[in-house]
């Protein structure tokens, strides 16, 4: 299909974000690098906000895209789950120069982070809605955070991971049911209910019969306090 000329401008002012960053897209720039003229440019975006506005929305709907052909069907017709799979293998990708640029852009500016909420927004769970003592709610969140710091890791310095190993995280983070839910024990008689665990011992088996009971196969991650 034949890109328009709309999405090659789109596609020239991304480059320009890349390249030099997010203060140097200006109509000028933007032509230069699209081999077009400034009045070609005006006549698809009059100012230079709505041409900001519209690369924001262009790059939030890419991502979108990409996560769709990730989850393979209507995101509307999957789970949650599902959703989030798709979410994390995207991730696994690691983040452009250019998308960084732009998400901090829309982080201080309420309009241009509407496109890249929706799509997130249609993603993820809702913090909202997490109930703080479901732990199989708390997983969910823990797989959302561990994506998105996949997706940041070697933006920030991490030790650059090899593209293996960031999919088998990807992989792990996706079937999240895997890795089990969280409990937190505490020992046995603080609250004077009933005689102390005298021994770390003692604790562990009863922590782990009760665990059994709950949960009869791992793995298991384990709290205590």
Known sequence: MRTSKRDSIL???LHVV??????????????????????????????KDAMMLALHEHQAQHW??????????????????????????????GATGAELL???????DSELSKPWKRVITRWVPDPASIDPTDPRALQ?????????????????????????????????????????????????GL??????????????RRHLRDLRRIQPHGPYVLLGH
Do not use: C
């Not at 979108?64 to 798709?86: F, W, Y």
């Open 64 to 93: 979108d895209e990409e996560m769709i052909h990730a989850l393979g069907k209507d995101p509307d017709e999957a789970s949650q789950d599902e959703r989030l799979a798709a979410y994390a293998r995207v991730s696994a990708r």
């Open 191 to 204: 609250e004077n209910r009933g005689f102390p665990d005298w021994t770390v011992g003692i604790a562990a």
């Open 11 to 13: 596609q020239a002012a």
């Open 140 to 188: 969910k969140m823990v797989a959302y955070l561990a994506a998105d710091g996949l997706w940041l890791s070697e933006s920030v310095g991490a030790i650059p991971l090899h593209h293996k190993l960031r999919a088998a995280l990807a992989d792990h983070l996706a079937g999240d049911e895997r890795i089990g839910s969280i409990y937190g024990f505490q020992p046995h």
């Open 18 to 47: 890349e390249t030099d960053g997010v203060t140097a897209v200006t109509y000028e720039s933007v032509a230069a690098a699209s081999g077009l003229t400034k009045g070609g440019l005006l006549y698809h975006f009059p100012s």
């Open 102 to 108: 732009l998400m901090l852009e829309a982080s201080t």
